[in-house]
């Protein structure tokens, strides 16, 4: 099956610095979603982004789908960023599939 | 809208006990997940559910999991009997169709005893 490799595994910033968050998979993919999990557990969706590139406020994602890789990039970071992100991606080889990365635990300090 | 709403949101029981997940989707949404989520696997989807038919259950791990959607705005997963190595956080998600973007619930946290 598809393998959903997140990079880095661990992060820790300072707040109001950026980062770069890196999504590999490694068969062709339907879908790619984005997902914050807070320090409570909520899985937030941050992006749909099977390609191209879309930003909402101090995230912006972007997917190269023929490259087989995704990035989320978190700019002037907040104490309230931190948790894990995910990325999800959507394959229909073999029936519907929706897999989960490890995902990157981020921690922004004040 | 409320949101994806689950309960319960916590669940304590003994081995050998049915213990029974409830997920109330998005209204309009057409498609339905059950995911669990583990320190050791991670986020696994266990089966999804387009138009209240079960499309995908491969992901259940054995015959003591099933899952129901009855109608629109009401599904299942129960486990019967449990086993404390089925102690994680299932959540349920929702989204309009099967390649949209999914909205979770706030998960329910299941031990066993």
């Known amino acids: 099956g598809i393998q959903v490799e997140q990079s880095p595994p661990d992060l820790i910033l300072q707040e109001g610095a950026n980062s770069t968050l890196r999504c590999n998979f490694s068969?062709?993919?339907?879908?790619l979603q984005w997902f914050h999990q807070n320090p409570w557990g909520q899985l937030i969706n941050l992006f749909y982004?099977?390609?191209g590139t879309k930003q909402n406020g101090r995230l912006s994602a972007t997917t190269v789908a023929t490259e087989r890789y995704s990035l989320l990039y978190i700019s002037s970071s907040q104490t309230t960023d931190s948790g894990v992100y995910f990325c999800?991606?959507?394959?229909?080889?073999?029936?519907?599939?929706?897999?989960f990365g490890a995902g990157t635990r981020l921690f922004v300090k004040a | 809208d409320a949101g994806v709403i689950q309960s319960p949101r916590h669940e304590v029981t003994e081995m050998g006990q049915e213990v029974t997940l409830r997920c109330k989707p998005i209204?309009?949404?057409?498609?339905l997940f059950w995911y669990r989520q583990t320190m050791m696997r991670g986020l696994e989807l266990l089966i999804y559910?387009?138009?209240?038919?079960?499309?995908?259950d491969s992901g259940m791990p054995e015959d003591r999991f099933s899952a129901k959607m009855p109608n629109a705005s009401f599904s299942t997963l129960k486990i019967q009997p449990s086993e404390p190595r089925d102690s994680a956080v299932y959540f349920c998600?929702?989204?309009?169709?099967?390649?949209?973007?999914?909205?979770f619930g706030p998960g329910t946290r299941l031990l066993v005893l």
């Open positions: 998600a929702s989204s309009r169709g099967t390649e949209e973007t999914q909205y």
């Open positions: 068969d062709s993919v339907n879908n």
């Open positions: 982004i099977p390609s």
């Open positions: 999800a991606v959507g394959t229909n080889t073999g029936g519907f599939k929706t897999i």
């Open positions: 209204s309009g949404h057409n498609s």
């Open positions: 559910f387009n138009n209240n038919v079960p499309i995908d």
